[in-house]
């Protein structure tokens, strides 16, 4: 009998082993992909502004949304309470004279509440423009896909009103297929465009601070069609943001006082908080703070009841600080320092604005330098705001914060001096801040 080398034995059974591992990973892969987890209940359409209907698939983040109609803790700096702004510092009400936030300004609320606060504050008018529910409405994604950008800008307020039912909802951040984070803003999405920015290639974390810049940002009104758009071009701090309104030649109102072409800020909370802070730049996203994992049983959830963080701050801060009684008494230290701060800013922003009025109507002052006076209390001003209108009294940012403030109080006294100069009096008409 011929013997069969060993050779042979070995080639066949490497053979027969190939055909095997080839076959069962033919087999392996032409398996249909396993289902994990609970196929969704009710298919959300792209633009479904109702956030119960998407409830019935994440009843968790649902029912914690709508926690935020019923928060009414006010903390020592924020809060839901509607507290009236003029009130508890009634140096803005000269700040803003002439001007809308003079006559009404209140504490941020719950997003539950953001159709009502706005159709009830005393700054809208027969003239404001639809732009106003650009940051109200889940309603606004279906509204700019079908009208446009522009056309939705170019409705009043009260006629675009009878489409807005929905307040925030889960369409404004999620997109319903993949449940994905995603940009739904297209004045955010132009911004990012015009600084040469895709979103689409953020991170996860960046896109968990990023869905918040939708809304919590500094914005204007472009031109006779009140488009919406995010001064950003030049860059997102506070210089950037001064530079480009003066290159475009921008002002939302002139100061009674003063004369001055003012800017408002609206809430640059984005733009503080990423201007290299310490949490930004440790990795730190809106969400750790105002979404904080939160178990129901054995499901783990972000918690969508977006509120102060200092109303339940093991759950915002203990993640990430072993004592969150040292975060918490830091942050009271923080925003103190910064009020006070603040407190002298303005004090500093009215005694220009007063000594360019007294100024002006002294016989023979030279124009020309009260002019650039008007101008140091625009600059001084939009910059105080910056702090003063973004919603965390600082702590976003805080060293930053106060770098901001002290910039704009020099800024200031610079314009007093200039006023001065320009009546060529000497220190006679120096005033006071009431
Ligand atoms: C490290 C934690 C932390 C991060 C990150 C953070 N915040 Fe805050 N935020 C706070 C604290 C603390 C306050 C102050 C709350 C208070 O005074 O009651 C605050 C206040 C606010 C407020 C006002 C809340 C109120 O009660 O009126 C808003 C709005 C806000 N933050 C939005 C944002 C946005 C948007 C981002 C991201 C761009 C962000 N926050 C990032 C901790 C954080
Ligand atoms: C203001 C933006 C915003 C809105 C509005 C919003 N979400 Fe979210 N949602 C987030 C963020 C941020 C996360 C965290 C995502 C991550 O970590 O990748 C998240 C996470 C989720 C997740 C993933 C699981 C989890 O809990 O982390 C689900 C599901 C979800 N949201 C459902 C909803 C539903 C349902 C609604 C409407 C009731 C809603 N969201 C409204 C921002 C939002
Ligand atoms: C569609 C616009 C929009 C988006 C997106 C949005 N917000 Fe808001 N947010 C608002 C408005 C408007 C208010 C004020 C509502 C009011 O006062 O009636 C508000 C209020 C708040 C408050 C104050 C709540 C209170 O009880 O005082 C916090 C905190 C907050 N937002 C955090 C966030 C965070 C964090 C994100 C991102 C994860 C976010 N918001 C995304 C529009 C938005
Ligand atoms: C996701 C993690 C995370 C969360 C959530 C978080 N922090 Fe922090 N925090 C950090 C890191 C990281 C630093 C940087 C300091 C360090 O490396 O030890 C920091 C620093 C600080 C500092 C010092 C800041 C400075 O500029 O000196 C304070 C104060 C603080 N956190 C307060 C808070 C408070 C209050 C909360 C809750 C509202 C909070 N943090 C939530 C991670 C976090």
Known sequence: MKKISPITILSVTIAILVVAVVGLLWFIKSQPDPIRGIPPITEISPTEPDSSVWGTNFPNQYSSYLLTADNNTRTAFGGSEPVQKLDVDPRLITLFVDYGFSKDYREDRGH??????????????????????????????????????????????????????????????????????????????????????????????????????????????????????????????????????????????????????????QHPDYELFTADSTHYKAGVACADCHMPYTKDGAAKFSNHNMRSPLIEPEASCGTCHTSVNYATERVAIIQQQVW???????????????????????????????????????????????????????????????????????????????????????????????
């Open 112 to 265: 539950m509440h953001m159709i009502t606060d706005v159709e009830s504050t005393e700054r809208i008018t027969d003239t404001t423009p639809g732009t106003c529910y650009s940051c109200k409405s889940a309603n606004n994604v279906e509204l700019w896909k079908e009208m446009g950008a522009a056309q939705y800008a170019n409705t009043p307020f009260s006629t675009l009103g009878k489409q807005i039912e929905e307040p925030l909802g889960c369409v404004n951040c999620h997109d319903s297929a993949s449940m994905r984070l995603v940009v739904t803003n297209p004045a955010l999405e132009r911004a990012l465009e015009a600084q040469g920015k895709d979103w689409r290639s953020f991170s996860r974390q960046e896109m968990r601070s990023l869905v918040c810049a939708n809304c919590h940002v500094e914005y204007y009104f472009e031109g006779a069609g009140n488009l919406l758009v995010f001064p950003w071009v030049k860059g997102t701090r506070i210089e950037n943001i001064s530079e480009y309104y003066q290159e475009i030649g921008f002002s939302d109102w002139t100061h009674a006082e003063s004369g001055a072409a003012m800017i408002k800020m």
């Open 340 to 434: 006070n701060t603040m407190v002298i800013t303005e004090d500093a922003i009215i005694e220009a604005a007063l000594s360019i009025k007294e100024a002006s109507k002294v016989a023979g002052v030279n124009l020309a330098v009260l002019k650039e006076a008007r101008q140091l209390h625009r600059e001084a001003q939009l910059r105080w705001d910056f702090i003063a209108a973004e919603n965390s009294m600082g702590f976003h940012n805080p060293s930053e914060a106060l770098r901001i403030l002290a910039s704009a109080t020099d800024i200031a006294r610079q314009g007093q001096l200039k006023a001065i100069e320009a009546t060529g009096q000497g220190l006679d008409i120096q005033v006071n801040a009431p």
